[in-house]
C-alpha cells in the first residue's frame, strides 16, 4: 500500500493564480482531511469528507474549494491564491465509526505564493 | 468552536530527563489522541484514549486522559534525542470532524 499520497510537494504561486493540490489514499478509508501547518498555529482543518460525494468546513474554509467523488481521492482548490495561504498542507485519511480512529498522513505539501 | 490548549508550547531538556506536557479542554472530551512529528515530517498518531482515567504506555511513554475526561497528558521518562518533535493532541471536535491543539515543541540537549 502507497498509503496517503500528496502531490506536488512543493509549489510556487503568484498571487490570484489557482491550483489543485491532490490527494489520494489506497486503504479504503472513508473520512479525508486537508489541514494547514503554520508556525505556532499547530494543524487547522480546512475541509473534510466522510465519504463520496459529502464534504464539510472546518475551521479555516475560506479561499478553499473541495469535492470528493472517489473514496480515493480529495482535490483541495485554491481559487485565487494569496500570500496568507502560504503553508504546509497536509492530506489525512481514517476509518470511521463511533469515534475517530488513527489519522494517515501524507507527506505535505509545501506551498509559497507570492 | 471547541478547543483544546497544549501546555507548554516550547520545551527543552537535557537528555536523560522526564517531562510532562498538557492538554486541557474547558468541555468534556470523547476522546483523545497524540500524534507526534518529527522535523521536516508529518505528523504520526501515537495512540489514543477513551476511557475516564485511562492510562497507557508505550515503551518510555506514557498517556493519561483525566477523570473528568477534559485534559489529558503526556510523560516522557529519560528524554532521548529521538523524541525531539512536536507533540500534538486531537479531540473529535462536534459531527465527525478532529481538531488539533497547537501542538508542544520538544528540543533536548544531548
Known amino acids: 500500500n502507497a498509503g496517503v499520497t500528496q502531490t506536488p510537494k512543493f509549489q510556487v504561486l503568484k498571487t490570484g493564480q489557482s491550483m489543485t493540490l491532490q490527494c489520494a489514499q489506497d486503504m479504503n478509508h472513508e473520512y479525508m482531511s486537508w489541514y494547514r501547518q503554520d508556525p505556532g498555529m499547530g494543524l487547522r482543518l480546512i475541509h473534510y469528507s466522510v465519504g463520496a460525494g459529502i464534504t464539510d468546513q472546518g475551521e479555516v474554509p475560506n479561499g478553499y474549494n473541495v469535492s470528493r467523488s472517489t473514496t480515493e481521492d480529495f482535490p483541495l482548490r485554491l481559487l485565487s491564491a494569496a500570500p496568507s495561504q502560504t503553508s504546509v498542507y497536509f492530506c489525512a485519511s481514517s476509518y470511521t465509526g463511533r469515534l475517530h480512529y488513527e489519522q494517515y498522513f501524507g507527506p505535505g505539501t509545501r506551498l509559497t505564493v507570492t | 468552536g471547541q478547543q483544546v490548549m497544549q501546555i507548554p508550547q516550547y520545551q527543552h531538556v537535557q537528555e536523560g530527563e522526564d517531562f510532562t506536557t498538557y492538554c486541557n479542554s474547558s468541555t468534556t472530551l470523547s476522546n483523545i489522541q497524540w500524534y507526534k512529528q518529527r522535523p521536516g515530517g508529518h505528523p504520526v498518531f501515537l495512540i489514543q484514549l477513551v476511557k475516564s482515567g485511562e492510562v497507557k504506555k508505550q515503551k518510555r511513554l506514557t498517556f493519561q486522559f483525566g477523570e473528568a475526561k477534559k485534559n489529558s497528558s503526556l510523560h516522557i521518562t529519560a528524554t532521548q ?24 515543541k520538544l528540543t533536548v540537549n544531548p
Open chain 2, 81 to 104: 534525542t529521538t523524541d525531539v518533535g512536536t507533540y500534538f493532541c486531537a479531540f473529535q471536535g462536534g459531527s465527525e470532524k478532529l481538531v488539533f491543539g497547537k501542538g508542544m
